[in-house]
């Protein structure tokens, strides 16, 4: 089956608005025309206005790094869907490992906020991946079934369409080391395998999974032109237009 590319920029906690369209400016003239793959620009919740209107009639996405899994309440701090959708936001990050490291986000957290987002017609990226001492220990497949499987608690194969899984190996990121090729594959097939047991062979075949570790130009080829890895999360290459172009044009 032929799964549509994905590639996405987190640009964390990165980007004045002034900047954040000044980018945008830039880099729609670069992948003006490209349709190959999907592209997605992930910024903070006070850039979502800037980048959606900059954006606005192109061929870029835009979506939150993050949503509570209440609908409205009492949340300081959080974003809500119907905030989102109202400024015309279409995806969301949901367990970024940066969410789980330093927000204490659990698998169960992450399954609320999943069921919210596809209730709410959004499409989430869910991101699962292990730690530099679980590679080590060799419990990467036990770690990556035990997200998906608590990501996906309760989701139907009816309602799985949307769902895009980000591996994102944690010791990977930012820190200039990356998996190779044969390594991402692996876990990619691992998540895949996993999908199909709870979900059925056909959502494991269609479910998009995108790889997100240290992606930048020079390796964005070797990694995206694997058949299992079906696009890329971006961190630090994307926030200059000429590196995220780049590796979109892998």
């Known amino acids: 089956m032929s799964r549509k590319a994905l590639i ?41 206005p800037t980048v ?26 959080e ?11 279409t995806h969301t990050l949901i367990g970024h490992s940066e969410r789980r490291q330093y927000f204490a986000e659990t ?16 499409v989430p990226v869910v991101c699962v991946g292990e730690v530099l001492a679980e ?7 036990d770690v990556l079934k035990t997200q998906v499987t608590g990501a996906l608690a309760g989701i139907t194969a009816e309602m799985a369409a949307p769902i895009v899984i980000a591996y994102e190996p944690v010791w990977a990121i930012g820190t200039g080391k990356t998996a190779t090729p044969e390594m991402a594959v692996e876990a990619h097939r691992i998540i895949r395998a996993e999908v199909a047991k709870l979900l059925g062979p056909a959502v494991a075949a269609a479910i998009r999974i995108l790889y997100g570790g240290s992606v930048k130009p020079d390796n964005a080829t070797a990694l995206i032109g694997q058949e299992e890895i079906d696009g890329a999360l971006v961190g630090g290459a994307s926030l200059k237009p000429d590196s995220f172009t780049a590796i979109i044009k892998y």
Request: net charge neutral; hydrophobic share 45%; charged share 20%.
């Open 8 to 48: 996405a920029a987190n640009w964390k906690m990165y980007k004045t608005p002034a900047e954040a369209k000044a980018f945008v400016d830039a880099f729609l003239q670069l992948v003006a025309g490209h349709t190959r793959d999907e592209i997605a620009l992930f910024p903070s919740p006070v850039l979502l």
């Open 52 to 77: 959606i209107e900059a954006a606005k009639g192109s061929n870029v996405l835009v979506g939150c790094q993050n949503i509570h899994f209440a609908e409205e309440g009492a949340y300081t701090g």
């Open 79 to 89: 974003t809500s869907v119907g905030q989102l959708k109202a400024v015309g936001g």
């Open 107 to 122: 698998d169960e957290i992450v399954n609320k906020k999943l069921h919210t987002a596809l209730k709410h017609g959004l």
């Open 135 to 141: 590679r080590e220990a060799g419990k990467t497949a």
